[in-house]
């Protein structure tokens, strides 16, 4: 059986709540949930894991949340592998005040996993979402959960849920 961890880093609680919602669903440990602010170390902590699920809150002109930037620097620079894992990335963002890099943090992330080797899941699709323009998007579909529940806070529960159910199936 596959080993899961989620490793996420949230400014407003949105994101951290994908994160729960996951941890319960694949009926994770406390300590497979690895909040990137307080509880992470070192890309090394990955290694444990053949499934990651990845999250970051989007912030300023696209970026991933701060505590993320020096493990991606890490794994980029040092050319650290992941083609035996399989990864899944989620996020929040702002589609209205944001609109122009609506949940780009995850194409970011999707960037340095994909060129890592990883087996990348979970994507959704991009319809149904106002915004400009995301890093995230990859064809017509978002590399991953992509919230806004600052906008569309009434669609946050469904898209959630039925993206857990997508990667359950992806997963089989």
Known sequence: MSKTGIFYASAGGDTTKIAEALSEAFELLEEDAVLMESDF???SQFEKYDVLF???STWGQGDVHFSWVDALFEISSEHISFEDKTVAFFGAGDSVKHKEHFCSALGKLYQVFKNAGAKVIGFTPATGYTYQHSLSQ????FCGLAID???EADKTQQRI???IQE???ELE
Do not use: A, H, Q, Y
């Open 54 to 56: 990845l999250g970051s």
């Open 138 to 141: 990859v064809g017509d579909k």
């Open 161 to 163: 849920e039925s993206w």
């Open 167 to 169: 990667l359950k199936k």
């Open 149 to 151: 529940n600052t906008n």
């Open 41 to 43: 170390d070192d890309v």
